[in-house]
């Protein structure tokens, strides 16, 4: 089985979606495509590294993942072809990757070295479904593309520690369906460097104390179903991605509001983690 996988910023009202797996079968008629996203926020590329690391693991190794989002090859931004925990990752290097790099080394990095073959008009469509039929068959990357060392990173990927050691700075690098603000903050550091303090969450003018294991946990069992009013309550958890989230219990958009929508917090905003 040939799988490619495809997160792009492409969204459904335009031709792009079609044009890709068009792409993909007129050059590999037996391809499995997989659509991961196509409402990546246009450009946005904390948003595809996040989609892209909590979704390529559930595939079978050998898998091609394209991720179409911020694309255009410029003089300071070519097209990689990364062999990561047997999983091939086709982006430009604008810093998605890199998200992946921080906890395990790609087993191989290439620089694609096609495009002299192809138009110049040609999108970054055309090139990596390219790449990634030749790959789906059983191509080696080394045709069509050459061994390099080193990619671009994005920032923000880590959470900033002061030097007392009593504060953590994290930033947005996520907003779900459901309005759910990630944070780049892992349970993992959050305990290291908490070390069984008493803590408060800032997020602008909003406070939390308090980190529930799963959502039900707001609710208060001993008031009665009528009188709980837990919906629309605003609540810190780790996330099934192990990062510290922030969400309103039971959101919804169209009435209650969500973290993201009742908190005014956007991609790239600052929350902050005192110890006491």
């Not at 062999?83 to 990752?89: C, E, G, M, P």
């Amino acid at each position: 089985m040939s799988i490619i996988t495809l997160i792009s910023d492409f969204g459904y009202k335009d031709h792009f979606v079609g044009q890709i797996k068009g792409e993909i079968y007129k050059k590999f008629a037996q391809a499995n495509i997989v659509d991961i996203s196509h409402e990546v926020s246009p450009f946005n590329i904390m948003e595809a590294a996040y989609i892209l690391e909590n979704s390529y693991k559930s595939f079978p190794e050998n898998t091609v993942h394209i991720i179409d989002v911020d694309s255009e090859r410029t003089e300071e931004k070519n097209h990689l072809i990364i062999y990561l925990d047997n999983h091939y990752f086709i982006s430009a290097d604008n810093g998605i990757l890199s998200i992946l790099t921080q906890n395990i080394n790609p087993q191989n990095i290439y620089q694609i070295s096609i495009h002299e073959d192809l138009n110049s008009v040609d999108s970054s469509t055309k090139i990596f479904t390219e790449v990634a039929c030749h790959l789906a068959k059983g191509g080696k990357p080394e045709i069509v593309g050459k061994p390099i060392e080193k990619i671009k990173s994005v920032k923000n990927l880590k959470p900033f520690v002061n030097d007392d050691h009593n504060q953590i700075l994290s930033s947005v690098i996520f907003i779900d369906n459901f309005g759910n603000v990630v944070t780049n903050l892992k349970r993992s550091y959050f305990e290291e460097i908490r070390k069984g303090r008493s803590f408060e969450i800032s997020a602008r003018n909003y406070r939390f104390n308090k980190i529930f294991e799963k959502y039900s946990d707001i609710i208060n069992y001993s008031t009665p179903p009528p009188q709980r009013n837990d919906e629309g309550k605003g609540m810190v958890i780790f996330n099934s991605s192990d990062l510290l989230q922030i969400s309103i219990y039971r959101s919804n958009p169209k009435n209650v509001g969500t973290a993201s929508s009742l908190m005014g917090l956007k991609i790239y905003d600052s929350v902050t983690i005192t110890f006491k």
